[in-house]
């Protein structure tokens, strides 16, 4: 069996698969560390995220105030205002990312998903969010998110 390459998911159902490539057109929900991986350059997935993110692909990004609260926690800490301005400029300007707020909607499906899979408030509002907002994926590199009944992706699967 050939090795995948960049970009490529090989399942023993489907075999090779560009998952990249089935995600341009579609609405993919933005979880917190494929942003920063992104902004930061992470070795081990830059290329594929730059691949992802690039305008013409027109994938459309949504996220929630939550990842906005979370990428600029470091850049805060540290003292780098430029790096926190580069977040806060990306999540809030980019032609094809939406931001959104969390609402009563938003916060009763936060609930049932804290009852439902026993997680982290703050991991039951981006999913929720991202329900709210009809992603048609997930895009997170937490594992553990993998086992909510969403399409959840992760980087590893990129």
Do not use: W
């Amino acid at each position: 069996m050939a090795k995948p390459r960049c970009g490529q998911l090989r399942t023993k159902r489907t075999g090779v698969m560009g998952v990249i490539k089935s995600l341009y057109g579609k609405k993919i929900f933005l979880d917190t560390a494929p942003l920063i991986y992104y902004i930061e350059e992470n070795n081990a997935y830059v290329l594929k995220l730059h691949e992802l993110f690039d305008v013409k692909n027109r994938c459309r990004f949504v996220t929630s105030v939550i990842t906005l609260a979370e990428v600029l926690v470091m850049p805060l800490r540290v003292g780098n205002a430029v790096l926190a301005k580069q977040y806060e400029n990306i999540l809030t300007q980019a032609s094809n990312v939406d931001i959104f707020e969390v609402n009563v909607q938003i916060a009763k499906e936060t609930a049932l998903l804290r009852a439902r899979y026993s997680i982290k408030t703050p991991d039951a509002i981006q999913l929720a969010t991202a329900q709210y907002c009809s992603a048609d994926y997930f895009l997170t590199n937490d594992l553990k998110l993998r086992y909510v009944n969403m399409n959840v992706i992760t980087l590893d699967e990129l």
